[in-house]
């Protein structure tokens, strides 16, 4: 699955911070069956290769599985060799993301102006986060989707909520990485299940 397919199918990344490998499984298989297709296990997780081999082995044909908080190329390589496919980052660190795309692998490193964002795409980033979101309103994406590559998605990460899904939309955001609102440790798989499909059901609605 490309990363234009699975946008397509779905345009939510799930950000499952501090998920432990034991539960990695039935989070995903919550996710999946919601109709998401693109998940993250950020690095500063209990165990975050564990829990991504996981994910990657049950879902890997039908989702893109991926590290988020990717900081150095040596833990580009360690998630690499899980198999999984996504490399995002909270910075634009070029080195990432050139380590990132040395393997083929989908880069998302996270930017905060135009300067970030011109210097990531050159450094072959297959996207953009606009990160924190709380501090880029949908204003300045759409400012910057007048300058960027058309063909560059730009996803919204951080203080995003169903109900600013639509602002950001026609602003001209490609989609949304979603965190805490949709998970947190300690959450019963009922609940984060209630909450992809209130998530799904808000892209649907701001589409």
């Known amino acids: 699955m ?24 039935a989070v995903g298989e919550a996710l999946i069956e919601a109709g998401w297709r693109i998940i993250e296990v950020p690095l500063n997780s209990p165990e975050p290769l564990k829990s991504i081999e996981l994910l990657q082995k049950r879902f890997g044909d039908h989702a893109l599985i ?6 150095t190329p040596a833990q580009v390589a360690d998630v690499a060799a899980t198999g999984a496919r996504v490399i995002i980052s909270p910075n634009a660190n070029v080195e990432v993301i050139k380590a990132s795309r040395a393997r083929d692998m989908v880069s998302l490193p996270g930017v905060a102006t135009p300067t970030e964002a011109f ?6 980033a297959s996207g953009i986060k606009a990160f924190p979101a709380e501090a880029i309103p949908p204003y300045v994406i759409k400012a910057w989707k007048a300058v960027l590559p058309k063909h560059i998605p730009v996803l919204a990460v951080g ?15 490609a989609g949304f990485g979603i965190g805490s609102s949709l998970y947190k440790p300690g959450m019963d798989v009922a609940s984060i299940a209630e909450k992809a499909r209130q998530f799904i059901a808000a892209m649907h609605a701001s589409r």
């Not at 397919?5 to 345009?11: E, G, I, P, S």
């Not at 991926?66 to 900081?71: M, P, W």
């Not at 210097?119 to 072959?124: D, F, P």
């Open 119 to 124: 210097a990531a795409i050159e450094a072959g």
């Open 66 to 71: 991926g590290a988020g908080t990717v900081l």
């Open 2 to 25: 490309t990363l234009e397919d699975a946008l397509k199918a779905c345009n939510l990344v799930a950000i499952l911070r501090g998920i432990k490998p034991e539960e990695a499984e």
């Open 159 to 173: 203080g995003v909520t169903p109900d600013n899904m639509t602002e950001y939309l026609q602003a001209g955001a």
